[in-house]
């Protein structure tokens, strides 16, 4: 599961905050939460099997870090986000397929990115 470069993960793991953020399934203790639990969400799926628990897993992870103010999102709520975000880079990992439209979706979401705390930036 790890043919994809950590660049590839990170934004696997920045589009599960993401949508637990828009979802208002947790709540951040600063504008940079998504920013700064990216690269420590993506080594902690990592480790994780897609076996029976993940979501529990990934809620007792969230609950246990400091950016993270509250969690509200259920377990059912977590496993379609992994489901829907991450699994979907774990799948096309595996089968080799899409590296290349990945890096024009990692550059395009990137860009995304930075438009969204400029946006963060501005409204504080």
Known sequence: ?????????DLAAR????????????????SHG???????LSAFLLQ??????RAEALADWLIDQTEVADLFASNEDL?????????AVAEAAEAGDGEDE?????DADASAE???EEEV???A
């Open 1 to 9: 599961m790890t043919a994809y470069s950590k660049d590839h993960w």
């Open 15 to 30: 589009r599960v905050l993401q949508r637990l953020v828009a979802e208002e399934g947790v709540e951040l203790v600063s």
């Open 34 to 40: 998504v920013s700064l639990l990216t690269t420590p």
């Open 48 to 53: 994780l099997d897609q076996a029976d628990g």
């Open 79 to 87: 496993d379609a986000i992994l489901a829907e975000e991450w699994d």
């Open 102 to 106: 990945e890096d024009e979706d990692l």
């Open 114 to 116: 930075d438009l969204d």
């Open 121 to 123: 930036e501005e409204d």
